[in-house]
């Protein structure tokens, strides 16, 4: 079934690693509750230290398993009467003796890289995300933007050269050949220019290219290098549906260290402080898209402008990720 339709008939069977919340949130031994693609969820951090997600209602009576629910040992406790899940949302304690009901709650597989929480949806070639914070770079800044959307709109955005230049202004844009995909990979570069420079201030044009990889419609990773400068800075941008149109997008933004000689801490001072520049541009650059996203709607045989074939391209690509 093709993703999206006219009727914004938004559907969120959605397949591929999503990001659902940074693993700060959950300490040892607690509970978060969370709507993931309309599922209401459980995530708890069992005393191993590793994470469990379940579905939020306990099979027995329906409790809400993230109102009181607490963590023993390895598995979560239901508040209304004692029922205990695994990770795998196997039930081990039934509430009375006896009975053949069984009581097994779904799961969702999930894995913790670089500080960021995701759950595996129904990803049937069980392709992972690896580490993205490279070496030398300093701690990413994390924003979350809330809105109405969906995430093929927010990745089609990396492939859509026009609105480049009407929206974010920027010059000179140039690809070097069209997309490249393969499975579930995505990857695209561009050479361009910024009219505002790339902190928001400073009247001359900055000239910076752009290596864009996607890794299904739930992360997106853009490497922007300043040769000028010696400047380079990673943004990787996770959407997540969350309640019927709604979705978050994790946003991280961080930069290289500078390869010169001042002390190690100056180093790291400078690069968080170029970082909380290009977070603010980055903001300013994502709002006036949450804009248009909020509000448009999905044109399914669109008819394209020169130069924007992989608009389409890019939306064969995506057929993947949806279920039959
Ligand atoms: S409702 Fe959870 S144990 Fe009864
Ligand atoms: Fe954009």
New binding site residues.
Partial sequence: MFPLNSSRDYITNLKGQFAVANSREIKLGKVISKKIMNHDVVIFRCQDGKLGVVDAY?S????HLGLGGRVVGNKIQ?P????CFDREGKCERK?VAGGKITFDIPSWEVSEIDGIVFVNQDNENNWQLEKFIPQGFCRPIIQNFEFRGHPQEIIENTVDITHFYHIHEYLDIQKEKSIETKGHHLKVSYNLSRKHGLLGFGKSRLKFSMDINAKGLGYSQVDINIEKYGLKIRQIVMPTITDNEMMVVRALTMVKEFNIRIPRFLKKTLAKLICYFVAREFKRDFIPDIKIWENKKFIENPGVLDGELDILNFRKWCEQFYGN
């Fill in positions: 306990c027995h009576l329906g409790a239901c209304f009467h004692g029922l509430p």
